[in-house]
C-alpha cells in the first residue's frame, strides 16, 4: 500500500482513539468488506504519475451515456481496465441495453464498480471538488441481497481502502462514509424508503472542501463534514441487483 493510504490509516485510528467518530459496527464492516473483495488492494494511482485538478471544471471529465455502444455489446470488465479510456471496471462487467428509446448500460454482477478515469499529458487525474453523479433504474433484487446493498458512488477515490462513498441502501438508509485504511466510519445518515424499482433514481454526492453533500432525485438528503480525502477520482458501484446506469456525469 502506497504511503499515503499509510498515513490516512493513522488519522483515522487516532479520530477513533480521540472519540471524533468510531467506526462503523463489525458486523456492517464485515460486509462491505466482503463487497469489495473483487478490487482487493487495488489503487487508482499506483504510482507518482498522476496530476491533481482543482475541480471538474477545470479538468472536465467526459461522462457516459452509452449511447455510443451497439445493442448487447460489452461495454467494459474487470478483466480487461484497458477497454475504456475514460473509465475503468474494477469489478464485474457492463454491457449496452435498449431502455425505453436510448441504450443504458447494464450490468447484473452482485457487484458492479467502475472508476471515471482522466489523463492530463499521460498522467492520471484526481479532483478536489467535484460531484459525481448517475441515474439507475433497479430492474430486480438478486435473491438474498442484504439490506446494505444499494446504489453507491464515489468520491475522492484513491485507494479502495481510501475514500468516501454515498449510498442509497436496499433497508431505506441513505448514508455518507469514509473508509481509511480499509476502514469503514458513517458520517451522515438517516432514513428515506426503499429504492423502488422500475422507477429512475438519480445521486449526486458533491465534495468540496471540507463538505459532503449527497443528493437523490434532486434532493440534499445529507450533509456531512471531514478533511481526511482532499482529492481523488469518482465512480459508481451497485450490489446485488440487475440495473440499469445512465447519465454518468462529474461537475
Given at each position: 500500500?502506497?504511503?499515503?493510504?499509510?498515513?490516512?490509516?493513522?488519522?483515522?485510528w487516532?479520530?477513533?482513539?480521540?472519540?471524533?467518530?468510531?467506526?462503523?459496527?463489525?458486523?456492517e464492516?464485515?460486509?462491505?468488506?466482503?463487497?469489495?473483495?473483487?478490487?482487493?488492494?487495488?489503487?487508482?494511482?499506483?504510482?507518482?504519475?498522476?496530476?491533481?485538478?482543482?475541480?471538474?471544471?477545470?479538468?472536465?471529465?467526459?461522462?457516459?451515456?452509452?449511447?455510443?455502444?451497439?445493442?448487447?455489446?460489452?461495454?467494459?470488465?474487470?478483466?480487461?481496465?484497458?477497454?475504456?479510456?475514460?473509465?475503468?471496471?474494477?469489478?464485474?462487467?457492463?454491457?449496452?441495453?435498449?431502455?425505453?428509446?436510448?441504450?443504458?448500460?447494464?450490468?447484473?454482477?452482485?457487484?458492479?464498480?467502475?472508476?471515471?478515469?482522466?489523463?492530463?499529458?499521460?498522467?492520471?487525474?484526481?479532483?478536489?471538488?467535484?460531484?459525481?453523479?448517475?441515474?439507475?433504474?433497479?430492474?430486480?433484487?438478486?435473491?438474498?441481497?442484504?439490506?446494505w446493498a444499494?446504489?453507491?458512488?464515489?468520491?475522492?477515490?484513491?485507494?479502495?481502502?481510501?475514500?468516501y462513498?454515498?449510498?442509497?441502501?436496499?433497508d431505506?438508509?441513505?448514508?455518507?462514509?469514509?473508509?481509511?485504511?480499509g476502514?469503514?466510519?458513517?458520517?451522515?445518515?438517516?432514513?428515506?424508503?426503499?429504492?423502488?424499482?422500475?422507477?429512475?433514481?438519480?445521486?449526486?454526492?458533491?465534495?468540496?472542501?471540507?463538505?459532503?453533500?449527497?443528493?437523490?432525485?434532486?434532493?440534499?438528503?445529507?450533509?456531512?463534514?471531514?478533511?481526511?480525502?482532499?482529492?481523488?477520482?469518482?465512480?459508481?458501484?451497485?450490489?446485488?441487483?440487475?440495473?440499469?446506469?445512465?447519465?454518468?456525469?462529474?461537475?
Amino acid at each position: 500500500m502506497k504511503g499515503r493510504a499509510l498515513v490516512l490509516g493513522s488519522v483515522a485510528w487516532l479520530m477513533v482513539l480521540a472519540g471524533a467518530c468510531g467506526p462503523d459496527t463489525l458486523e456492517e464492516r464485515d460486509a462491505l468488506e466482503s463487497a469489495a473483495t473483487a478490487e482487493s488492494g487495488y489503487d487508482f494511482y499506483p504510482d507518482s504519475h498522476y496530476i491533481i485538478c482543482t475541480s471538474a471544471s477545470s479538468c472536465p471529465w467526459a461522462g457516459e451515456n452509452f449511447e455510443a455502444y451497439a445493442e448487447g455489446s460489452l461495454v467494459g470488465c474487470a478483466s480487461d481496465s484497458s477497454q475504456r479510456a475514460h473509465f475503468e471496471v474494477t469489478s464485474g462487467c457492463l454491457s449496452a441495453n435498449q431502455a425505453g428509446t436510448s441504450h443504458r448500460g447494464w450490468t447484473t454482477t452482485h457487484h458492479f464498480r467502475a472508476l471515471s478515469r482522466k489523463y492530463v499529458d499521460g498522467k492520471k487525474v484526481g479532483w478536489k471538488t467535484a460531484a459525481p453523479s448517475y441515474r439507475a433504474l433497479i430492474d430486480n433484487w438478486h435473491a438474498g441481497a442484504p439490506e446494505w446493498a444499494g446504489l453507491h458512488v464515489f468520491a475522492r477515490y484513491q485507494t479502495e481502502d481510501d475514500l468516501y462513498v454515498a449510498s442509497y441502501r436496499k433497508d431505506g438508509l441513505i448514508t455518507i462514509k469514509k473508509k481509511l485504511g480499509g476502514v469503514y466510519t458513517t458520517l451522515a445518515q438517516k432514513d428515506l424508503s426503499t429504492p423502488a424499482t422500475g422507477t429512475w433514481h438519480t445521486i449526486k454526492f458533491s465534495v468540496s472542501g471540507d463538505t459532503l453533500q449527497f443528493f437523490v432525485n434532486g434532493v440534499l438528503q445529507l450533509t456531512a463534514r471531514d478533511t481526511s480525502l482532499t482529492w481523488g477520482t469518482a465512480g459508481m458501484r451497485t450490489d446485488f441487483m440487475d440495473v440499469y446506469l445512465d447519465d454518468w456525469k462529474l461537475e
